[in-house]
């Protein structure tokens, strides 16, 4: 639609501006540098070790400081840590605490602040419990120096410490820490570069977080989530925009500054905006999974688990739910591409929409005939093509689906159900990770396969948890992809899951705005402003 | 008149009570876990277990509904399940810029669509009266973010006189507030403009044809005289009952036009936690919705007495 607009009228606008905009308007201060993002979702829950939400965890990475943090080439590089040092055994480490570091009240941060965090994390946190259950023991052997010593050599150590999403191991005062981890804290202090405000904070329609004048960021340059944590702005406010067209004129207006994740669907008008500019910060992007349920046929049944590897193809699915070739990678490495441990091993001949191969494995296997469940979330934009495109595939090669539409909220609700899909239960659904949640044999929720500590889905697969095990033990780089390989091999016969491809969720911002780090998980530091 | 009252204000006990049980009830048997979404989508079956537990999910339906009530004798409405906030505290930030948007919305749809419908009565049969009718179609048909949208795209996007969102609370300025609130206001009251005006004529058209009016009229008073004092006043009845309704509709929340302008209200509120299963939210916020509904059902009574004094209860 083309608007013309007379001189007369941007006159009588400017006036009207003026008047309204004005003199009417008072009390908004113009001396603070302000931030203003629409991020993905609500704050809901600020503690971020009592849920794997990623808003908690986006919130962390404003408030908290972790001991080690993972750069953009998926390297785990030291950030609280100042120096640190393996024994030679491979049974001790000892950890130096860098200069500087300081809580948001202005207390120290200690190596007992440090020994109380990641003992409230290493409870809650699968990873943290693995790597726990390497350590024998973890004392603050002064203010600023701590020691783990190891019942037996492992890899994952530093790696843990350094995990870059859900739950990571923020470190907290220990008075906080001391908090079980099965309840919520209540104290927000910590010692990120934002203070959290929390008297601002109005659920539901904004978060505000301060500059934490005190903090002390690294030297070296910002790289992903490592190096040093440099504000440029006095008060990053997350505001609460539901509406995506209205986030987008938002935007174009000058209203706020950054969208987190536009709409696909509205990236081509964004393009056009002279105002606005897509920027890909996440280098890793996200990744698509389909999940069956294990618990019951068909897919207790690995034929049939086997069948939808090979009918699946990533391409249709992706063009379906993402649209733009730029916007989305064809992907046969389970641990994403791009990581140090990326490879085919186990898929070369899968995901490619093999019809004929599927159709002779549900002829092997024991499928009976009844309508699987597949589950329809239709309220989330990035999610809503994919179950048609799966249902597609399903019944080209000889399965009969009943697939279910629900919001969202009903399907995370519904997945834990053990019951026979009949009963309430269900077959099968499509979510997405942040890849960097997939880029370890041992952080990727769904190839847990411990049968019911397993996540919904509950697959149960001792070859599988013995291999990553293996993975845990391991120091070496090398020997890690080949058990990574081993592993895929393995996935390969006894499916958990199915990984459908890489996406990738451009962040859109004004172009007044420089600086935004490139990050596996959104970060807030680094951002310039210009007015 | 005054026993009446009372009568209205205890009947709105067993409404409450009802209103309790069978919303206690729909939010349990609705599909959806709040533990679930609250855990987070690593959580394991054990954590959202825990959770269950802590959250009082567990415990057998009698006792939960009877630990909800024992709460609320005590003024206790609960505490978010996710925000860990009183529910009571949420509703109070939402209350101000539900009751803004309410005020200026209604005001404005009084102020354009009486004398409308007034008019398009006096004319019957004419050209106003075929516009104004033609207007109250589009304005039924239209959806609010519809309005929403082309309002914001023309005022706020190219000729920029208005922001696109946001709310201003009126501590802040109050020439700021009722600035932001402009767009919502007048996308939101549309739809009540063609409502109202369309009962206003019918109402006025049915007065007008009375005998009190010819009799006015023949005692030669100036039309205007006879169509505000006579006719209007006597029209007012079933009016009133469409602006109560509208406020009532305002005040339990206008989610689209919340969310299109961004104004942080119950009806969002409302929204969130429905999506959440955020089941203390959603319970107080029904409580609430269903006390104003009496309430303004109460006044509306109150009101016929004062326009039509041959109404007695």
Known sequence: ?531 | MWSHLLKRVLAVIPVLLVVMVIVFLMLRLTPGDPAANIAGDAATSEDIAKLRIELGLEEPLPVQFGIYVSNLLQGDFGESFYYKRPVISMIADGIEPTLSLAFFTITLACLVAVPLGTLAAYRHGTWLDRMVMGFSVVGFSVPVFVIGYLLIYFLSVKLGWFPVQGYQHIKEGIGGWAYRLVLPSVALSVIFIALIARMTRTSVLEVLNEDYIRTARAKGLPQSKVLLKHALRNAAVPIVTVIGIAIAILISGVVVTESVFVIPGLGLLTLDAIQGRDYPTVQALILLFSVVYVLINLIIDIIYTILDPRIRY
């Open chain 1, 1 to 531: 639609m083309k608007v013309t607009i007379s001189k007369r009228t941007l006159r009588a606008g400017a006036i009207i501006g003026a008047l309204l905009g004005g003199l009417l308007t008072t009390g908004i201060g113009h001396a603070e540098k302000v931030l203003r993002v629409n991020m993905h979702s609500d704050l809901k829950i600020v503690d971020p070790i009592w849920t794997t939400a990623y808003m908690s965890r986006n919130y962390g990475y404003m408030v908290y400081d972790t001991l080690f943090a993972m750069n953009t080439k998926g390297e785990v590089l030291p950030q609280m840590v100042d120096t640190y040092n393996v024994s030679e055994d491979g049974l001790t480490y000892d950890f130096t605490l860098r200069d500087g570091l300081l809580f948001h009240d202005d207390q120290p941060v200690t190596s007992a602040d440090v020994v109380a965090s990641i003992g409230r994390w290493g409870a809650k946190d699968a990873m943290g419990q693995k790597m726990m259950s390497f350590v024998a023991e973890m004392t603050a052997t002064d203010d600023k120096t701590f020691q783990f010593k190891l019942n037996e050599p492992t890899g994952l150590i530093i790696q843990a410490l350094g995990k870059p999403s859900s739950n990571v191991p923020f470190i907290m005062p220990a008075r906080i820490a001391a908090t079980p981890p099965g309840e919520q804290i209540t104290e927000y202090v910590g010692s990120g570069p934002y203070v959290f405000l929390k008297d601002e904070w109005k659920p539901g329609n904004k978060a505000e977080f301060a500059k934490f004048e005190n903090y002390v960021p690294r030297d070296e340059p910002a790289d992903g989530l490592a190096g040093g944590k440099n504000v440029y702005v006095d008060k990053v406010v997350w505001v609460v925009i539901r509406d995506q067209q209205t986030k987008m004129n938002a935007l174009s207006k000058g209203e706020i500054d950054v969208i987190e994740s536009p709409a696909h669907d509205l990236l081509p008008l964004m393009e056009q905006d002279p105002n606005i500019q897509l920027v890909d910060l996440n280098p890793f992007g996200n990744q698509y999974t389909f999940r069956f349920n294990q618990l019951h046929p068909p897919f207790d049944d690995p034929k049939v688990r086997q069948a939808l590897l090979y009918a699946f193809d990533q391409e249709e699915f992706l063009l379906a739910a993402i649209g733009d070739e730029k916007y989305f990678k064809l992907c046969k490495a389970m641990f994403i591409c791009g990581t140090p441990i990326a490879s085919e091993m186990g898929f070369e001949d899968k995901l490619e929409g093999n019809l004929k191969k599927a159709k002779e494995l549900i002829a092997e296997s024991s499928y009976d005939g009844t309508p699987l469940i597949l589950m329809h979330p239709t309220d989330l934009a990035v999610l809503e093509p994919l179950p048609p495109v799966a249902k597609d595939f399903m019944e080209k090669i000889g399965l009969k689906v009943d697939m279910q539409a629900m919001d969202w909220q009903t399907l995370v609700g519904r997945r834990n159900k053990k019951e026979a899909p009949a009963d309430g239960g269900w077959n099968a659904f499509i979510t997405s990770w942040n890849s960097v949640d997939n880029a370890s044999p041992l952080t990727t929720p769904f190839l847990n396969a411990a049968c019911d500590q397993a996540l919904f889905g509950w697959p149960c697969d001792d070859k599988i948890q013995e291999l990553r095990d293996e993975f845990a033990r391991e120091p070496d780089a090398g020997k890690q992809l080949s058990i990574v390989e081993n592993l895929q091999n393995r996935v390969s016969e006894a499916p958990t899951h199915v990984h459908l491809g890489q996406w990738y969720q451009p962040t859109a911002m004004g172009k007044n705005i420089s600086g935004a780090p490139v990050s596996p998980v959104v970060a807030f530091w680094g951002y310039k402003k210009d007015e």
